[in-house]
């Protein structure tokens, strides 16, 4: 309010001053006289004071015009000059204008238009940089494969758009499935930004599939050093890394050099199973018996696992039944309650045809958790017990329909897998693979599948004898898709005997 107040006073004291000057000058006396051609010009002093106004007026009118003239003629010999800056900016706006359109378009899907506008702000701006970008988007988009690598091309030529083009030639090889020249575009792209993680990831993945382990280990370490990566996480990829780099060595014969690779990659990650099972078995191969022991209790206490009780048991491959008993004694003992331990000690039991502690150690995990593995183990219980064929048959029946149970599966695209990879075989994923029950397990026949056990025993005299092969997988080339039965030990194939065996004393 006070600034309000002040202005009207100062606009006030400004018109009075004014007033009061022009009474004065209008008062005085004198002025300003003119000869021009004979003529006698008389200015009073307020008309000579406007006469002086009009004049700076039209000086500064000439120089302005006189400043045109020269801009003008500049322009004519090619300098720069206002005129031509003024172009130069109404060509940027155009520019800028199309620019900004081609984005909208590009965002919005509409990858024939994007490239009008691409094509036209490079037109007006002249900044391949920019244009070359939208205009290779826009081409995939389309479609038009054959113009985006062109302009990629050209992108690589440029310093400062160099790793676009080399990034974007590289998902173009990878989308045609020239991996082998995706790899090298990943290198180039990797050497150019080692910070970038998409990068890192694809060369990483790219590397893992052509079993260029050392190759990957380095990338790995790089995401490390950067930051891109978690330690505990690196820990257990490079450890998945090195058993890959062992199983290569193995297949080259190299067998000292594998297990020592072996056993560094379960030291890296003791968790890890495959690693774990392909330690022990270097330690068994070199007479350590004891390190053996040590190494996968360590591991079953993390995770119990087939494959861990597989390489147990090959520590005294000629025991008896009874003594391995005794022996699995140090892993059963740990984790009593997990599904694998319970079902470890049916197995032993089985093929020590001790069938009612077999029965017990199963527990209630025909009820819980009737997958294969566990029905075909009550269905060779029930054999070794002296049941009828009827019975037998019908536990079969009921493992046909029952889920598969825990099996290797990619996290990613959830493809089930025969035994562990490093690399999924379907969607080309690293380290995806968990040991767990897939979704398709949950999965049963329909209409009356669980009739089926009724139905076997009804016809028990009029159909002939099952195979339990055929029952276990009862199409050969669905099984490729699907992961067998997991066996972890020898006792696993006692198991599938004594399923079969016509007599109770027959049973191993």
């Known amino acids: 309010m006070l600034w309000s107040l002040f202005k009207i006073v100062l606009f006030v004291v400004i018109v009075a001053a004014l007033t009061l000057a022009a009474g004065f000058l209008m008062e005085s006396n004198g002025g300003i006289q003119i000869t021009a051609g004979g003529t006698e010009f008389t200015l009073g002093p307020l008309q000579s004071v406007i006469a002086a106004l009009v004049a700076i007026l039209a000086v500064w009118l000439f120089l302005k015009l006189f400043a045109l003239l020269i801009a003008t003629l500049k322009f004519i010999n090619g300098d720069e000059t206002a005129i031509s800056r003024y172009f130069d900016r109404n060509r940027e706006r155009k520019g800028f204008q199309a620019l900004s359109e081609g984005l909208m378009a590009l965002a ?46 050209r992108l690589v030529q440029n310093e400062s758009t160099r790793f676009v083009g080399v990034r974007g030639l590289m998902k173009q090889k990878l989308d045609a499935g020239d991996t082998e ?225 825990p099996q290797w599966v990619c996290d990613n695209c959830k493809t089930i897998h025969g035994e562990w990879t490093p690399v999924c075989t379907n969607c080309e994923s690293f380290d995806t693979l968990s040991w767990t029950i897939p979704p398709q397990s949950a999965t049963v026949l329909p209409a009356g599948a669980e009739m089926l056990p009724l139905i076997v025993g009804s016809i028990e005299d009029k159909t002939k004898p099952v195979d339990e092969a055929e029952v276990l997988d009862p199409d050969p080339v669905a099984s490729d898709d699907t992961t067998p039965m997991a066996e972890p030990m020898t006792a696993a194939n006692d198991v599938d005997h004594a399923a079969q065996s016509p007599e109770p004393e027959k049973v191993k």
């Open 108 to 153: 919005s899907g509409e990858g024939r238009l994007a490239m009008a506008k691409a094509t036209k702000a490079e037109k007006y701006l002249h900044k391949p940089e920019l244009t070359d970008l939208i205009t290779a988007q826009a081409a995939e988009m389309t479609g038009d494969r054959k113009k985006a690598e062109e302009v990629y091309k």
């Open 181 to 405: 020249t995706a790899l090298k575009l990943a290198e180039r792209a990797f050497a150019i930004k080692p910070k970038h993680e998409e990068v890192q990831d694809t060369l990483l993945r790219l590397q893992a599939k052509n079993a260029d382990w050392s190759g990957a280990r380095k990338t790995l370490n790089a995401k490390l050093k950067h930051g891109s990566l978690p330690r505990d996480v690196h820990k257990r990829r490079d450890a998945v890394l090195a058993l890959s780099e062992a199983k290569g060595v193995l297949d080259e014969g190299k067998t000292i050099e594998a297990q020592e690779a072996a056993i560094a990659a379960n030291k890296s990650s003791p968790d890890l199973i495959p690693a774990a099972a392909m330690a022990a078995r270097s330690h068994i191969a070199q007479g350590r018996s004891k390190y053996a022991v040590r190494l996968l209790k360590k591991a079953w206490q993390a995770q119990p696992h087939p494959d861990l009780a597989a390489a147990f048991a090959e520590i005294e491959p000629n025991e008896t039944p009874q003594a391995r008993v005794q022996r699995f004694k140090q892993l059963t003992a740990m984790r009593p309650e997990h599904r694998e331990t319970m079902l470890l000690l049916a197995e032993l039991n089985l093929a020590a045809e001790d069938f009612p502690e077999a029965r017990r150690s199963l527990g209630d995990l025909a009820e819980t958790e009737p997958d294969t593995r566990v029905l075909a183990i009550v269905a060779a219980i029930e054999r070794g017990e002296g049941a009828s064929d009827a019975v037998v048959r019908g536990w079969l029946a009921r493992a046909l329909t029952a889920p598969r149970g």
